[in-house]
């Protein structure tokens, strides 16, 4: 077995499946490899190389961002047991010199960005001991010093792009923080410098040399290689995949935010973590292997199942980093090669969580074969609407890591990494799952300017119950999946315990049990003229009396256009007592919306005043003129009551600003309701003073009419004309008490 095809077996399964697959495309195998896959070559110039496309777009941001640490990469160690610091220090400087990224700079030169690397460089690793700090305060001070550390900005220009430090906690007990700028590093990068710096601390420690093997290239040979290969227009195909997937308008994620989107950006962020169980975990990789798709399709299916509940949006675009390490020289090189993909789906339809992996896990492999196109290149191509208020393309990252930053064993010393909050968000949210032995660890970094993290710790046990519910079913079709917590299901049982005793009467059967309690009260003012309990209910009765004579029964549709005065409390009153449902029509309506209301719910009688005679449409309905004689000589007695709490009270009409007006019926049960439960949360008793100033067109109406008559208040009826004038509205209010 040659060297190359050593390092082939070596390749994780996912790495192996995606190389053979390419491989297979141009009909190739993996017999053949040695001799047909193309090698990144050294360069040959001692020209300053240029930056490659992912260190083009970070210097970029630095030019915009450069007082902030927006690509600051921290990565915190603890160590346990006997630490040899001459040995890490010296264990730091000898992987700088085999990495040639680590030791450079970006300066521009005739106008170009581009790598200036310097032959060495050796950093001094300060020791700050904290071990008299007392323990109370010593947590708080180590907080202080990490944040400060990690935050600290980068000059690109000059000066080391890394710095670390220890912190010495107890005698066998360290902390070991290491902070590069992105433009160095991403995190496999991250994977290797720590295993490099073990592999030569344990040397350096038991006093013996270490040869590494020697690096075939450096990464500036890689930066190379990916311009000439963009110069030579190798991308066309991938280029062609993603105008295709990311064709149309982009939507933006909506989630629901604790707080307005900022015009601008912050970029301040925070963290929170979820450990899922081991049971669980084990659970999803073996519906993973059942289902044939990687563990990372499954939790990227279940992520967008939780972004589609949380929004309802049926396109979702997500993204995920991926290394951009295909070729063999690459994987034991430090820098940044990463890439992004865009995994868009399409959610419609409402599939079972089955019917969907399948097809997140087709966009996937779909990506995958198109990944060599880099991000940069896709979004310079695209030219995606600029919002300075969120990122391009998506909002949202996805990141699984298979094989994260594990303990390290080293002679008399543990390595055990730490999660640091750097207290930045790049996007709206991230989520990170890493697969531990403890279980799945999932770490969501948010943007604080948008979320709280009550919110984001909700959305995290939404996840699990999300992922809980996939496993036992996974035929549910997506819309069906659960999502609330245990305490979640048991809050709303609580919310939903809404049961009071309220009485079971309608609110004409209310307003005369209480003209029995206050018979000479004042009920009703309008202008001057007063009406006790006693009169409003003799005058409601006489009309309800005369409504009956004219054949008024149960649920029959009565219109009632009236200008605001007494007359409009009386004739509400007469038609409930008569049975009817009352249809509320302005009379500064056009006229063709008031014959299209009482067309369409067929009102065959119309209380109106002789003033809007000429002024109403032609309709056919018999009209009952309020200020008219006619009725005023019937009984003064409550007629039979012919409705229960089941019955129609009255009809109002939408606006229909987005299509025609509908009616919208409404029970006597559904408004005792209301006006009861207003009574009660408010604690209303008699005595006060109403004011009504709301059209009968509005449902608000009614709690400002029959409310203060259930209750044995006085009500105050504005005119049209002081209800639409500030000046005399607060003159009334005023004068009224």
Not at 63 to 70: A, D, G
Not at 84 to 113: M, W
Not at 249 to 271: I, K
Not at 533 to 540: G, K, P, V
Request: hydrophobic residues 40%.
């Amino acid at each position: 077995m040659n060297d190359i095809e050593q390092r082939i077996a070596a390749l994780s399964p996912a790495q192996r499946a995606l190389f053979e697959q390419r491989l297979k495309q141009k009909g190739l195998g993996t017999k053949s490899v040695s001799t047909q896959i193309s090698a990144i070559p050294k360069r040959q110039s001692s020209d300053a190389p240029p930056l490659s496309l992912a260190q083009e777009r970070f210097w970029l941001m630095h030019q915009l961002e450069s007082e902030i640490h927006l690509y600051n990469e921290s990565n915190l160690f603890r160590f346990t047991g006997k630490l040899n610091g001459e040995a890490l220090e010296k264990s730091l400087n000898e992987v700088i010199k085999r990495h040639e990224i680590l030791r450079t700079n970006f300066q521009l030169l005739d106008g170009q960005p581009v790598q200036i690397i310097a032959s060495d460089l050796t950093l001094k690793l300060p020791i700050i001991d904290l071990q008299e700090v007392s323990e109370s305060d010593r947590e708080v001070k180590v907080k202080q010093i990490i944040q400060k550390i990690s935050s600290r900005p980068f000059d690109l220009t000059q000066g080391a792009l890394l710095r670390a430090i220890l912190l010495k906690i107890k005698p066998n007990e360290h902390l070991f923080l290491v902070t590069m700028h992105h433009v160095l590093c991403d995190g496999w990068s991250m994977k290797i410098f720590f295993q490099e710096l073990a592999n030569f601390y344990q040397a350096f420690s038991e006093n013996k040399l270490l040869n590494l093997p020697k690096l075939p290239i450096q990464y500036a040979d890689f930066a190379i290689w990916q311009r000439e290969k963009i110069a030579r227009q190798e991308y066309a195909n991938h280029l062609s995949y993603w105008k295709q997937q990311l064709a149309g308008t982009l939507p933006v994620l909506e989630l629901p935010t604790d707080y307005p989107r900022p015009a601008v950006q912050s970029f301040r962020g925070a963290r929170t973590s979820l450990i899922l169980s081991e049971n669980l975990t084990q659970v999803l990789k073996s519906l993973s292997q059942r289902e044939g798709v990687t563990l990372f399709v499954m939790l990227l299916t279940a992520f967008k199942i939780l972004l589609y509940r949380y929004t309802g949006q049926l396109d979702l675009l997500v993204g995920t980093p991926i290394s951009d390490r295909t070729k063999i020289e690459a994987e034991r090189l430090i820098g940044c090669m990463l890439n992004t993909l865009v995994l868009r789906t399409d959610l419609s339809g409402n599939p079972s969580f089955r019917q969907l992996l399948t097809r997140v896990r087709d966009v996937t492999l779909a990506a995958y074969t198109h990944q060599a196109l880099p991000f940069e290149q896709l979004v310079k191509e695209l030219q995606p609407n600029r919002d300075l208020s969120h990122s391009p393309l998506f909002q949202v990252l996805f990141v699984f890591l298979e094989a994260p930053l594990l303990s390290l064993e080293l002679p008399g010393l543990v390595m055990e990494p730490l999660m640091v909050d750097s207290g930045i968000s790049k996007f709206d949210l991230t989520l990170y799952l890493e697969d531990s032995k403890q279980g799945l660890i999932g770490v969501v970094e948010y943007n604080t300017d948008l979320f709280k993290s009550e919110t984001i710790a909700r959305m995290l046990g939404h996840f699990q119950t999300l992922l809980e519910g996939i496993v036992t079913d996974p035929e549910q079709s997506i819309a069906n999946l659960p999502l609330l917590t245990k305490s979640e299901k048991q809050q709303f049982r609580e919310w939903n315990r809404t049961e009071s005793d309220y009485p079971q009467a309608c609110i004409h059967e209310l307003f005369e049990m209480q003209v029995e309690r206050t018979p000479d009260a004042v009920a009703v003012v309008f202008e001057g003229k007063i009406l006790t309990y006693r009169e409003l209910n003799q005058r409601a009765n006489q009309l309800a009396h005369y409504l009956r004579e004219l054949g008024v029964s149960a649920e029959q549709f009565i219109g009632i256009c009236v200008e605001r005065s007494l007359s409009i409390i009386i004739g509400l009153l007469a038609i409930l007592k008569a049975g009817g449902v009352y249809v509320p029509l302005d009379p500064e309506y056009p006229p063709n919306r008031l014959a299209f209301m009482v067309k369409d719910t067929g009102v065959s009688l119309l209380l109106t005043q002789e003033k809007f005679a000429d002024k109403l449409p032609e309709i056919n309905a018999k009209k009952v003129y309020l200020d008219s004689n006619v009725w005023t000589t019937h009984s003064t007695a409550n007629p039979t009551n012919l409705v229960t709490l089941d019955n129609l009270v009255y009809t109002i009409y939408t606006s229909g600003s987005t299509g025609k007006p509908k009616g919208v019926l409404i029970f006597h049960g559904a408004l005792t309701n209301c006006l009861i439960a207003f009574q009660q949360k408010l604690g209303l008793s008699g005595g006060d003073t109403f004011l009504s100033v709301t059209t009968l067109s509005f449902d608000i109406a009614a709690l400002e009419l029959y409310l203060p008559l259930i209750l044995g208040n006085r009500l105050i009826i504005a005119s049209r004309e002081v209800a639409t004038d500030g000046t005399q509205l607060l003159k009334l209010i005023h004068s009224s008490g």
